[in-house]
């Protein structure tokens, strides 16, 4: 069953059955002052964190789902009817309620008709302000005049901090002060404390937001939650807007709300438009800032086609039209799209994500990097000196990194227990990516301070990171597993050594000696060539299990991911990366690849292990306590899939590759939304396999690495349009049914147009390639060749 559909030339998902599975959600904003919105108008807004800046309050997984939110209410007083712009929260039915729901880059179309009335908000945060916009349209389609009133409804957080907010309420009830000043509420918390724009973390201290409306009359307000929905009652049927009447209360202490009264006396075929603004600062001082920023409905629409080109000229960057309708519109729009807004809020600001984990985790952060080099390369550059600042001199990371209370030379290192083993590792991913997209070779020589004491060069943040791993190598001379080894569940001791931190600091050796030669610091790249060396023998010698590779050996020797356990014998990670990191030979890769595809492939992507852990104590192994099929309990865990086909199209199984890029498109669900559940745009943490009972369904839409390893594979191993310091390097590996398709890209400011031809159905190889009329020779596209805009053409065969 679908929910809704592409529209691809607009760049939107569009729904147009609001009932969807769960809430479908979209961002607004920029890292500045975010927010979430679902197709029902449900969602947060925030002031650089969800969790310290949250001033719209949401009671995460409660019922009815994702409420409350920003709310417009219509009551009809001829016909004593009421509802709401979106479907929910009043619900009408949908026998008599048409609703459509557009999310868009940085905005979200919420239209309705009803009994002959029209409405339609769109909801966006124009570009570098700190406040949202709502343009609200009413239109009567009636031959009859219409008397109505529209209600605003936001509801506020107590305090800025959203857990106090939600449960110490023996002090949040008291703090809370919303007054209407004419057209503009003011919304304070603690407002007889000072305001410490130094101190963002102190949760006590004096706030202000503000909900204003331009452009109509208002009739009268609420401040106060429980007069404006009346005891007993819910956001399906407020007093107020059941009576069409404000009470104008004053939200003093309690819980806070921001309803404004805006009568529309509508003639036959009028329609009437106005805005709601609403933001962080005082009602009197950026509240009215905002009303004169935006005195007309068209100053809004034209901020919102600015919006619209910003997110559009960065999506621009990269584009492929090829035989496969899903494959393009997520590479064109969405998963872009998905990689940008995953690295704004890192993991910490959805549905799901409330912001208990506040900040930018760091491995997880310093991947995200890769799925936006190409389309923000200064913001990229800006976000690795942040990463790269949040690495310890020990060569390990903080485990979160807050750019709102970042403070390098001066934060606390981590104890030696608090590590994990491959934090740093990922620099060896996105570094060199950034240095190659952008041709920037002296980002390597850039000073950048640790987080605890010292700086050093990247290049040298790069050796720290290593050497973090090579001196705390265990018995079988692999690298310890520390706390965690990107699987979170594995509970090898400090001294349990893990094959994929393996593969990785082996893909991280062969990468420094690479910039070292780059540099020209023959010593280091030998210095390199011998560890790597080493790294190969233990690997060679302790990581092979016969049929494929270990994950892992407990600090006492116990072995995961071997045919000698029952659960969890097979671990996809050291199978895709022994290919990722150009260990595995070719015999090892078809074997790996094989027993991948017949222990772990399911048709909704690859199981990160199997079988489940059922048995095993969940001190050996913390993936027993999540139901099996779920997570890292034997799920999909959709961070890898990228890695999966990778590996494929590394061994040159094009079709394969593909195969597994299909299983995991969350468009490829779009006519099952019913079984995946959550957004068909958008990718989610993870799926729950086979041994789950509800296999096919998906959890945690958006904030996933999943977004950037799909892109990044899809962009580079399947269309094989690899950025390197020359050039271009072009090795794609295809399903063999693709005849022709194309790509534009632009690289380093000049346009490529890239079309493909594949006369032999062929899945790799290229037979050529030509240049604006000239054959080159082998796969490299020289860079000095590159004109401002160049048509490529490759043949392959
Ligand atoms: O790699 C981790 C990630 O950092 C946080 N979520 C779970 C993943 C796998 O355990």
Not at 13 to 24: C, E, G, L
Not at 403 to 408: E, M
Not at 415 to 425: I, T
């Amino acid at each position: 069953m679908r929910f809704g559909y592409f529209d691809n030339k607009r760049r939107e998902y569009v729904i147009d059955n609001p009932a969807t599975p769960r809430s479908w959600t979209n961002y607004l904003g920029s890292t500045a002052f975010g927010s979430v919105i679902t197709n029902n108008a449900g969602g947060y807004t925030f002031y650089k964190s969800a969790a310290q800046g949250r001033f719209l309050r949401m009671p995460f997984n409660s019922v009815p789902m994702d409420q409350p939110g920003r709310y417009l209410y219509l009551h009809d007083h001829d016909q004593k009817d009421f509802w709401s712009n979106s479907w929910q929260p009043v619900g009408k039915p949908l026998s008599a309620f048409k609703n459509i729901c557009r999310h868009g880059t940085g905005y979200t179309t919420i239209a309705s008709e009803y009994k002959k009335i029209s409405s339609e908000a769109t909801y966006f945060v124009p570009n570098g302000k700190n406040y949202e916009c709502w343009i609200v349209k009413v239109k009567n389609e009636d031959t009859k005049h219409r008397q109505l009133s529209l209600f605003t409804y936001v509801e506020y957080a107590s305090n800025w901090n959203a857990q106090d907010d939600l449960i110490n309420l023996q002090y949040t009830q008291y703090i809370v002060n919303v007054q209407a000043k004419g057209n503009i509420i003011d919304h304070g918390t603690n407002i007889n404390l000072p305001e410490l724009p130094d101190n963002f973390e102190e949760k006590d201290q004096g706030r202000h937001t503000f909900l204003a409306i331009s452009g109509a009359l208002v009739k009268g307000h609420d401040t106060d939650r429980e007069a404006f929905l009346g005891p007993y009652r819910t956001y399906a049927n407020p007093i107020v807007v059941e009576e069409g009447q404000c009470r104008n209360s004053s939200g003093v202490g309690d819980n806070g709300c921001g309803v404004f009264q805006v009568p529309l006396s509508l003639a036959p075929g009028e329609e009437k438009s106005f805005l709601v603004l609403m933001g962080v600062g005082a009602a009197d001082k950026e509240g009215k800032a905002a009303v004169a920023d935006f005195d007309t409905v068209e100053k809004a629409e034209q901020a919102l086609e600015e919006v619209k080109q910003t997110w559009h000229s960065q999506l621009n960057n990269f584009s492929v039209d090829t035989p496969d309708e899903d494959f393009n519109n997520f590479l064109n729009t969405w998963a872009p799209y998905n990689c940008l807004i995953t690295n704004s809020w890192s993991r910490a600001a959805s549905l799901i994500y409330n912001g208990e984990r506040d900040g930018l985790g760091y491995r997880d952060s310093v991947q995200d990097v890769m799925g936006t080099a190409h389309l923000i390369p200064e913001a990229t550059r800006e976000r690795l000196r942040l990463m790269l600042s949040g690495q310890v001199s020990t060569g390990g990371a903080l485990p979160v990194v807050k750019p709102f209370a970042h403070y390098p030379g001066k934060m606390q290192a981590p104890s030696a227990e608090e590590y994990r083993s491959d934090d740093c590792l990922w620099l060896f991913n996105a570094v060199p990516l950034y240095v190659q997209e952008s041709g920037e070779v002296d980002f390597y020589k850039e000073v950048i301070p640790y987080a605890d004491q010292g700086e050093d060069t990247v290049f040298g943040h790069l050796r720290r990171a290593i050497m973090f791993n090579l001196e705390r190598l265990g018995q079988h001379g692999l690298p310890c597993g520390l706390l965690a080894d990107w699987n979170d569940c594995l509970e090898l001791g400090q001294a349990g050594e893990t094959t994929f931190v393996a593969f990785q600091l082996r893909h991280a050796l062969i990468t420094y000696q690479e910039i070292a030669e780059l540099l020209a610091a023959p010593e280091e790249a030998a210095w390199a060539k011998t560890e790597l060396e080493k790294v190969d023998q233990n690997i060679a010698e302790n990581a092979w299990d016969g049929e494929w590779f270990l994950r892992a050996y407990r600090h006492d020797g116990l072995k995961f991911g071997s045919q000698e356990n029952e659960e969890g014998k097979i671990f996809l990670n050291p199978q895709v990366w022994s290919i990722i990191s150009g260990y595995a030979d070719a015999q090892q890769q078809e074997k790996v690849l094989k027993q991948v595809r017949e222990q772990l492939a399911t048709d909704f992507g690859v199981m990160v292990c199997a079988p489940p852990f059922v048995k095993t104590d969940y001190t050996v192994v913390r993936a027993t306590l999540m139901n099996p099929g779920m997570k890292e309990n034997a799920g999909i865990f959709n961070h890898t899939q990228g890695w999966a086909i990778m590996a494929e199209a590394l061994a040159g199984n094009g079709d394969q590759a593909y195969a597994y890029f299909k299983a995991t498109n969350p468009a490829t669900y779009n006519e099952s939304a019913e079984v995946r559940e959550c957004e068909p745009y958008v990718v989610c943490q993870s799926t729950h396999s086979k041994y789950s009972p509800k296999y096919g369904a998906s959890r945690l839409p958006w904030l996933s690495g999943a977004a950037t390893w799909l892109y990044y594979a899809a962009t580079q191993h399947i269309l094989g349009v690899q950025p390197v310091l020359e050039g271009i390097k072009i090795d794609p590996c295809i399903p063999a049914h693709w005849k022709e398709f194309s790509v534009q890209r632009i690289f380093r400011d000049k346009t490529l147009h890239i079309a493909y031809k594949n006369p032999e159905q062929v899945q790799k190889g290229v037979k050529s390639i030509e240049l604006n009329g000239t054959t080159l020779q082998g796969q490299m596209i020289p860079m000095e060749l590159l004109q401002d805009t160049n048509n490529i053409i490759i043949t392959l065969g």
